[in-house]
């Protein structure tokens, strides 16, 4: 089964950028989500379609691709981006999220 | 305002079956593909089952496959996932979530709108 791999954790400082990494084989052909999740609150999605951001969303994030690994960039980190990401594709039918990555905000 | 909210999680002893809903409003149901999906205590989220609009087209992760059912009623706004033999794995917080593009199939556009999820714990 398709497999996507994350770090497990990602930190950074106030003010700094957040990098979260998302690779599986052959993603430079799928189409890439992202999602926020708080502890006791429902995911939310930042970034869809690799790079596209809903209505809502801080500029602050974005997401690209290169060759086998997608990416969340979040600049200008506050306290409150502090959550866990998913990245998410659709494969054979299903779809897969990834193992998740807890950004810690220093 | 668009909205999802999922009901009929609770202790189940394993082995036993459990029906979860989800009831929709604020947008066209019929139009939309349906998600189910759950995070484990301490883990990850993980997509349980999918379907269609319509209900062509449905499909389950391999480890509820054979076991749970999913389901929908348009007439009545409401999307269901039948679980069947529970396991201790199974226990969860389900999260219902709504495709973000109408009609199309369900597994390749991301999940816009999610319910705040029901907890079902499996135990004896």
Partial sequence: ?106 | EVQLVESGGGLVQPGRSLRLSCAASGFTFDEYGMHWVRQAPGKGLEWVSGIDWNSASVGYAASVKGRFTISRDNAKNSLYLQMNSLRGEDMAVYYCAKSATPWGNYYYYHMDVWGTGTTVTVSS
């Fill in chain 1, 1 to 106: 089964s398709y497999v996507l791999t994350q770090p497990p954790s990602v930190s950074v400082a106030p003010g700094q950028t957040a990098r979260i990494s998302c690779g599986g084989t052959n993603i430079a052909i799928k189409t890439v989500h992202w999602y926020q999740k708080r502890p006791g609150q429902a995911p939310v999605v930042v970034v869809h379609d690799v790079s596209d951001r809903p209505s809502g969303i801080p500029e602050r994030f974005s997401g690209s691709k290169s060759g086998n690994t997608a990416t969340l960039t979040i600049s200008r980190v506050e306290d409150g981006d502090e959550a866990d990401y998913y990245c998410q594709v659709w494969d054979n039918r299903g779809v897969i999220f990834g193992e998740g990555t807890e950004l810690t905000v220093l």
